[in-house]
């Protein structure tokens, strides 16, 4: 982040007006700095210098890909998204032919849409009415972050619920990294099955799965006590694969 900064002054002095943070260097030797992180991190570092009205801020990144992403970089000063990645992913189901009747500019002329109108929905359950007024306005509160780390990084954010530092987050990027970059190859072409917002055999842990459903329909169906203790132990007992 040091390093990241000094760049940015060197070009904010060379007389650059807009600055793209990108993570298009990843490699088997490079990790990239969170997106978030570094817009955050940038935005507040040129507020402290007093240049941060000298230049824009553009991200390019693979890491962004839904509603929630933009609204926290656009709310913590980013001027421009390209999520890359999710254009490069459209483009591959093209070719798969998951996505049909449709070519490569409606497919992302749609996806940019629904990414809009998904920002500007957020915002407005905010009270918010334009966009100039959302940009850098971080009304967002911080949960599980060290209060150290956030007043460097994410200046004036409120964290009543302290928790990890800049080093539990580089520790997290580096698993990541090695999961994506293994020493050893089992299957460079296979995304894991995901499931973080739908169930999936072998994805992300939900509280509510096929197990946990089955239980209580046949609980409640045939007034079994029995059945239902076995449902409500699935539930309460999540020492193992916390899910709330």
């Not at 926290?72 to 998204?81: P, Q, R």
């Not at 500019?105 to 915002?123: E, S, W």
């Not at 972050?145 to 954010?157: E, G, M, S």
Request: hydrophobic content about 40%; charged content about 20%.
């Amino acid at each position: 982040m040091d390093h990241l900064f000094a760049e940015v002054n060197r070009a904010v002095k060379e007389g650059y007006n807009v600055v793209v943070l990108s993570d298009r260097g990843v490699n088997h030797e490079l990790a990239p700095i969170p997106s978030l992180l570094a817009v955050a991190g940038v935005h507040h570092h040129l507020i402290r210098e007093g240049t941060r009205t000298r230049v824009g801020l553009v991200l390019e990144s693979g890491e962004p890909r839904e509603v929630h992403h933009f609204a926290l970089l656009i709310g913590y000063g980013c001027g421009a998204v390209n999520p890359y990645l999710a254009f490069e992913t459209l483009d591959d189901m093209l070719r798969e032919g998951l996505l049909t009747g449709i070519d490569h500019k409606t497919a992302c002329k749609n996806y940019l849409k629904g990414a809009m109108k998904g920002v500007v929905k957020v915002i407005s359950k905010m009270g918010i009415s334009t966009i100039q007024s959302y940009w850098g306005a971080q009304i967002f509160e911080a949960v599980g972050l060290k209060k150290q780390f956030v007043d460097r990084y994410f200046c004036w954010t409120p964290s009543r619920v302290e928790g990890v530092g800049i080093d539990v987050i580089a520790q997290e990027v580096l698993l990541r990294h090695q999961h994506a970059y293994p020493k050893r190859q089992v299957n460079g072409h296979a995304l894991d099955a995901g499931g973080q917002y739908q169930w999936r055999d072998g994805g992300e842990y939900h509280l509510f799965n096929p197990q946990t459903v089955h239980k209580l329909q046949a609980a409640v169906r045939t007034g079994s006590y029995k059945i239902f203790k076995e449902y409500s132990s699935l539930v309460n007992e999540q020492s193992r694969t916390l899910a709330t």
